[in-house]
């Protein structure tokens, strides 16, 4: 994998985090996520349910971009 592919996808995983965390912030502090007596609402429950997913994606691609730069750093320090 090269420098820049591994690179966009740190960036990417990095992103994502800043993203989702601020959606899951006003997803909890939603009008539409919360019904009159307080529970969760089947809203909530599917942007719930598409945070945590996204969460874990943008783990996986952001620990791909890492491990392609390690391997980067070591097949360079090698030579």
Do not use: Q
């Not at 994998?1 to 996808?9: A, D, E, P, W, Y």
């Not at 995983?13 to 601020?22: K, L, P």
């Amino acid at each position: 994998m090269s420098r820049g592919i591994s690179v966009f996808l740190l960036a990417f995983g990095v992103w994502s985090w800043i993203i989702w965390i601020t959606f899951a912030r006003n997803l909890w502090s939603s009008d539409n996520a919360w019904a009159a007596d307080g529970s969760p609402t089947p809203f909530f429950w599917v942007h719930l349910a598409l945070t945590i997913v996204s969460f874990v994606l943008g783990t996986i691609i952001g620990v791909i971009g890492w491990r392609g730069l390690r391997a980067l750093r070591r097949s360079s320090s090698e030579s």
